[in-house]
């Protein structure tokens, strides 16, 4: 079987990190022949050694966009049109991060479900309205393209591409190469439970909404707690998570509920109960819509007792 050939992009301001990862773990598979192509026009990023020019990425199976700094400002059209090549020819596109703004920016994602770092979400679903942004995913795949979050994340949608390619034993090698689980899915949760630093000034107050999931919780309750005004709680609390305090409130609901599916037998009733949600009707279109699929098809997948 001829070696595959994956094209990583040295777009410029990339982010070396999340070039890395592609280069690194596709790289070391064998199958895959990895070159890293760039237009010639700019200096590359230190750790980033283009080998062909742009145009060689038009013969590629796999074109992969790392992330790149400053996002909202235009890459030049040369990479954008690789992109828009490589997704009607069907080769797969695969962007690590930010590299989801280059997609958007191509057109590639229109009409399509894509992810990218949390940070960025809000971002990329003002600037690309056309774009399906799907929140607190690893990785999305639509059709021949994939979209990741964070580094990590890029981690798991190259794994994802080995076993695709060669099977779970090839992606399971590689994970060991990197000390990483071949397993994790693109649905999994970018999020931990505290998402700021345990020493942060509101972390008690996050410490009480957490153990109180399943009651009423309210931004006034929250700023009680955190014995603020309202508006100067808000605003903290934005400072320190990124989120508004309910939208933080429902993403651990969300995760307390997946951990309840996948690690208990309790009831659909009992797990919306506890997590907050009230009832199972309310649970279960609540669920669909942040992760994707229903509270029983989720167990099913990944149900570890």
């Not at 049109?81 to 703004?101: K, M, N, P, S, Y």
């Not at 964070?150 to 190259?158: F, H, L, P, S, T």
Request: hydrophobic content about 40%.
């Amino acid at each position: 079987m001829p070696e595959l050939r994956v094209a990583i992009l040295a777009v410029p301001r990339t982010i070396p990190l999340d070039f890395s990862i592609p280069a690194h773990i596709l790289g070391g598979c064998p199958g895959y022949e990895v070159i890293v192509c760039a237009d010639g026009g700019s200096a590359p990023e230190p750790g980033v050694v283009p080998t062909h020019p742009l145009s060689e990425a038009a013969r590629a199976d796999i074109v992969v966009v790392p992330g790149y700094e400053d996002p909202e400002k235009p890459l030049p059209e040369e990479y954008l049109e690789v992109l828009r090549t490589g997704a009607r020819r069907d080769a797969r596109v695969v962007a690590i991060c930010t590299g989801a703004f280059a997609l958007a920016a191509s057109g590639v994602l229109d009409g399509r479900k894509a992810t990218a770092h949390w940070r960025y979400l809000d971002r990329l679903r003002e600037l690309y309205p056309m774009v399906e942004v799907l929140e607190n995913r690893l990785f999305v795949v639509d059709g021949n393209v994939l979209t990741s979050a964070g580094a990590g994340a890029g981690i798991d949608v190259c794994l994802h591409l080995i076993a695709s390619d060669f099977g779970a034993a090839a992606a399971h090698e590689a994970g060991r190469e990197v000390i990483a689980s071949p397993v994790r899915d693109g649905t999994g949760p970018q999020y931990v439970d505290v998402l700021t630093p345990p020493r942060s000034d509101l972390s008690a107050t996050r410490a009480w909404a957490m153990a109180h999931l399943g009651e009423p919780i309210s931004v006034e309750s929250l700023a009680r707690q955190a014995n603020l005004p309202r508006r100067t709680f808000i605003r903290h609390f934005e400072r320190e998570t990124g989120f508004s305090p309910m939208r933080w409130v429902g993403m651990q609901r969300i995760l307390s509920a997946r951990r309840l599916l996948a690690t208990s037998d309790w009831t659909v009733e009992r797990i919306a109960s506890a997590t907050g949600f009230g009832t199972a009707a309310n649970f279960r279109t609540t669920f669909r819509r942040e992760v994707g699929s229903t509270p029983s098809a989720y167990r099913r997948a990944h149900l570890t007792r």
